[in-house]
């Protein structure tokens, strides 16, 4: 079975500008999360879908969105790219009732 | 919402050695997870430990849910086992809050 699959794996952007990260989740999981990762907060939660809505959310401001689509595939936008926006993205899947989450090799995003 | 701290933060051993890699968190937990990251930023998961016991290979991890706290053993350790490792805890919803890692760095 495939793997958390996500694009593109690396992006340079330019403050100001906007982005949107893709992720694919392992077959049969309906459950996918976001996480930032930065050298000076760490691994952040960002938000979860499940069956194409929003069920959790962390504390990141409105310029973080994301959705999820009814293959369960995910996408999440940055808007207005701040220099703090540079991190790398990780995209997590789940199965139904469970916790246990496998995740992408993820996106490395470079604003300059 | 749920603290979760690793100790140590670095750890530096011979090849051959073993090593034991700590996770407590501050409240009982649904779901803890161990994860190496690998040198491009992937996390590999290596148990989904929320009580008990799990070996792998050298690998093993112990959580005690009653005492909030989880040991994660590498034993005879080898080169490829440098990386940092994470723990990470989920408490009634599909968020893992990870702690801060430990860089393992095994020399030859």
């Known amino acids: 079975k495939a793997g958390v699959t996500q694009t593109p794996r690396y992006l340079i952007k330019t403050r100001g500008q906007q982005v949107t990260l893709s992720c694919s989740p392992i077959?049969?999981?309906?459950?996918v999360s976001w996480y930032q990762q930065t050298p000076g907060q760490g691994l952040q939660f960002l938000f979860e879908y499940f069956s194409e809505t929003q069920r959790n959310k962390g504390n990141f401001p409105g310029r973080f969105s994301g959705r999820q689509f009814s293959n369960s595939r995910s996408e999440m936008n940055v808007s207005t790219l701040e220099l703090g926006d540079s991190a790398l993205y990780l995209c997590?899947?789940?199965?139904?009732?469970?916790?246990?989450?496998?995740f992408g090799p993820g996106t490395r995003l470079t604003v300059t | 919402g749920i603290q979760v701290e690793q100790s140590p933060p670095d750890l530096i051993l011979q090849e051959g050695a073993n090593s034991t890699l700590r996770c407590n968190f501050s409240?009982?937990?649904?779901?803890l997870q161990w994860f190496h990251q690998n040198p491009w930023g992937q996390l590999i998961n290596l148990f989904y430990i929320p009580s008990g016991t799990k070996q792998n290979g050298r690998l093993s991890a112990t959580t005690v849910a009653t005492e909030r706290y989880s040991l994660l053993y590498i034993s005879s350790s080898q080169t490829t086992d440098s990386g940092v490792y994470f723990c990470a805890a989920v408490q009634g919803a599909q968020k893992l809050v990870f702690g801060q890692g430990t860089r393992l760095t095994i020399n030859p």
């Open positions: 409240d009982s937990v649904n779901n």
């Open positions: 077959s049969g999981h309906r459950s």
């Open positions: 997590a899947s789940a199965r139904d009732r469970t916790y246990e989450q496998y």
